[in-house]
């Protein structure tokens, strides 16, 4: 499983690529937001920016709800490094955006897919991701994880090359049950991915190690 960023902060996206697990980020217009970057221009440098971090894709959202102003969009995006991804919002507008930049052998992300027919749509249209968003539907009592299962089992019936990216991730077990069911990608903050380091046991046992050589060796 691809381990994807979600998050428009630097230093977040150079530790979790120093870990040495990172595939790639996502972004959006609220995390651009949260970090300040307004103003096309300071928008598209701070793209470049995420791009020289990292090795893998970088979606970057248009803002646009009409076709041909996310076809503008997109074709500004992808100009700043081949790394780019054009993310398109599950719209019907969208799906048209997203045909005409398959045809055009351009990368995209579908967000804001909430249903088994809207991933089905996005793929027909020939999506490379789609982002069913899972900590969203559990906040409405919503099995987020049923989904990933059910879009996987639809691709796999038809051979759809998309992949499901698994989007609002939260916590270690999101990223777990993910892994468990098959999804090709998952994104989330860096806080979810440190956390797949901790277990108590882990540290109790390095609590151990470290005072037993101590004790055999206490001028070192």
């Not at 076809?71 to 969208?94: A, S």
């Not at 979810?192 to 190690?209: N, Q, R, S, V, Y």
């Amino acid at each position: 499983m691809k381990f994807f960023i979600d998050t428009a902060n630097l230093a977040e996206i150079q530790e979790a690529q120093a870990l040495g697990v990172l595939d790639g980020v996502t972004t959006n217009p609220s995390l651009m937001a949260k970090e300040g970057i307004t103003g096309r221009d300071n928008i598209m440098r701070h793209y470049k920016a995420i791009c020289d971090i990292v090795e893998g894709d970088v979606s970057a959202e248009v803002i646009s709800i009409d076709l041909a102003g996310m076809i503008r969009e997109g074709e500004e995006l992808i100009e700043i490094d081949d790394k780019i991804v054009v993310k398109i919002p599950m719209t019907k507008e969208g799906v048209k955006a997203l045909k005409y930049f398959s045809g055009k052998g351009v990368r995209t992300n579908c967000t804001l897919i909430f249903s088994a027919g809207q991933a089905l749509l996005a793929a027909k249209a020939g999506a490379t991701y789609v982002s069913p968003f899972i900590g969203r539907l559990d906040d409405i009592s919503t099995d987020g994880i049923a989904l990933i299962e059910q879009i996987l089992l639809i691709y796999r019936n038809y051979g759809f090359d998309t992949q499901v990216l698994a989007a609002s991730v939260r916590h270690p077990m999101h990223i777990i049950q993910c892994a468990e069911v098959g999804a090709d990608v998952m994104t989330g903050p860096l806080s979810a991915m440190e956390a797949l380091l901790k277990h108590p046991l882990t540290d109790i046992g390095l609590e151990k190690f470290l005072a037993d050589y101590k004790k055999g060796n206490p001028n070192t």
